[in-house]
């Protein structure tokens, strides 16, 4: 059996089973005790702790992939890098790699792989802009969930754009089928290498074929790097056109000649999106077996690209005495057919708008959604929100439609969020004797845990305090720690002071002054000191306690405490209908989105955040500025800056006011009542 299942990581991560098994690491199913979720644990082989190499890369991994925060990147929980274990803590996902899925389907519908290819790059994106490179992008490391969703994973390899990018031993690293031909030669590497091993999955994905494949890693190093792959449409002519310029650009063998970031590659799919039929003309040719790229228009010149010699001084002077009419009636003859094709692409667009299939975003946070733009197909919609055991605050529990039916671009998806589970009072159990506490607290909601401390004040085998402390407020079925009197202290010791200090350094001063820690009982909590900082402890420091008896200790995660601030947003009278309003943060970050019933004339919003003088802006759907405020989030304060209520009022000053009889009122009357009415409602 293996020996790291059924054992406890760091005091929160119990070890179900073995999911994967990697080149240089394992891959473990397992329950953080602490947050009650399922997380995959990624430890290092034990073989591996003395090769400095793979330390570099498994520690390359670690430090890439806590810089990135998106949908499309297995996120990173924890990480430990001590001497005798090293593991990566990350979300757990259920799914299947996108390599599986190709190898079940064979060939992909071009709309499928356009789907996972927009979701890879906005990933890689994100990974871009942070300065990090993957380096082995291959469908082996892109796991699909049921949903669609893509998650790339595996940054083993991963370097910052800021270092050499050259391998350590000048070797390919990487897998040979996906690796551009500047990581085959051991080249310097950049974004634009990750580009190349997405056209190489966008290639298979389309033809179900590799464009080189061979029994030696070694041939087919050499094909990156020298051989001419087929055009996709030769080996399945239902690819549209675009669709493959697209991706023989990005496989093109000269880095600047290919895409120059995802973003690049991202706006032409987009283009292809939007008009399937579209040709970019990118051309494309053979010469002593190198592919070669151009555009066919020269923006720069606004002329076309000469691939010819240019014509001889005769060919010149007949070109000269050519005649006019001709080509004015060819000139014509094209206008008009451009005219008739335009009129048709235009009624065809009109009459037909496109159905996407619905995500599943149950699980997601609703403010990471809203901003995503993977998701702008549809508009999503808060409907409630509700305390919920299940879901922690901020995510999405329920949506409507169910995800997986189909609809057209622009419906309004309605969700319900989770405001957290329910929080309850912690009862005072204070001088209780351990049976009776833990009745008490077990009936109110919480589950139980003690742990012992010498106390002159308090009977042995009755409560001292409990951590949260008594009248505290904390989550419904969260853990409540009772701390049970051993009576006054036979061998005393003072217990140091560790507070402000990390939580190793903590240990060890604990430790030597014969104190024990109770890692299983660490308690994390939100805080502007760094993570991992100590907060609090039980015992305090200064205090006398029996040596060898167990500290706990409060831990910060990292997180600025955050509060809550809830206001009116105050609308002008005599409106009717609904109107949506987005409120965006400082940083242009939208955090909140509300649908406002007018007749209300107001509606409320509350936002949490950490600070004393946050500006905050409501917006109308279309960016114009509604009203903007400060709040001071440690006393709940909002402070109205400016409200501009006439952008809600219709603007009827250019209107004519028909009578009853349908017919436009004529004098000066109905524009001075109009004027006056406006005057009214401002």
Known sequence: MDKYIGKRLGGRYDIKE??????????YKAVDIIENRIVAVKILKEEYLSNDE??????NESKAIALLSHPNIVKIYDVSLGDGIQYLVMEYVDGITLKEYIEQQHVLKWKEAVHFTVQILRALQHAHDKGIVHRDIKPHNIMLLQDGTIKVMDFGIARFARDDGRTMTDKAIGSVHYISPEQARGDVTDEKSDIYSVGVMLFEMLTGKLPFDSDSAVSVALMQMQAVPKMPRQLNET?????????????????????QSAAEMLRDIDEFKRNPSIVFEYKYFDDEEKTKYFDAVDNKAGSV?????????DEEEEEKKSKVIPILLAVASAFVVFVIIFVVVL?????SVEEYTVPRVIG???????????????????ETTETNDEYAKGVIFAQDPEPGSKRKEGYTIKVRVSAGKQMIEVPDVSNYTETEATDILKNNGFLVKTTKTSDPTVEKGNVVKTQPAAHEQAEKGSTVIVIISTGPAANPKEVPNVVNSTYASAKNQLQANGFVVDEANLVYVNS????DTVVSQSPEGGTMAEEGQTIILTLSNGEVAKKQATFNVQLPSGLVGQQVFNIYDSGSNMVATKTAQLSLGSFEVTLEGAGTNEKYSVLLEDGTLYASYTINFDTGTVTEVERHEDVLIPDVSSEEVSSESGEPDEGDDSDSSREEDIRDRE
Request: charged share 30%; no cysteine; hydrophobic share 35%.
């Open 18 to 27: 073995l999911i994967g098994v990697g080149g240089m690491a394992n891959v």
């Open 54 to 59: 793979f330390l570099r890369r498994f520690r």
């Open 239 to 259: 690819i549209p056109e675009g669709l493959e310029e697209i991706t023989v650009r990005a496989m093109q063998k000269d880095p600047a000649q290919r895409y």
């Open 305 to 313: 690209n000469n691939i010819e010699d240019e014509d001889d001084d």
């Open 347 to 351: 009624m065809f667009n009109g009459s």
């Open 364 to 382: 997601m946070s609703y403010q990471e959604l809203i901003n995503d733009p993977q998701y702008s197909y549809f508009k999503f919609v808060e």
């Open 528 to 531: 502007n000191l760094p993570k």
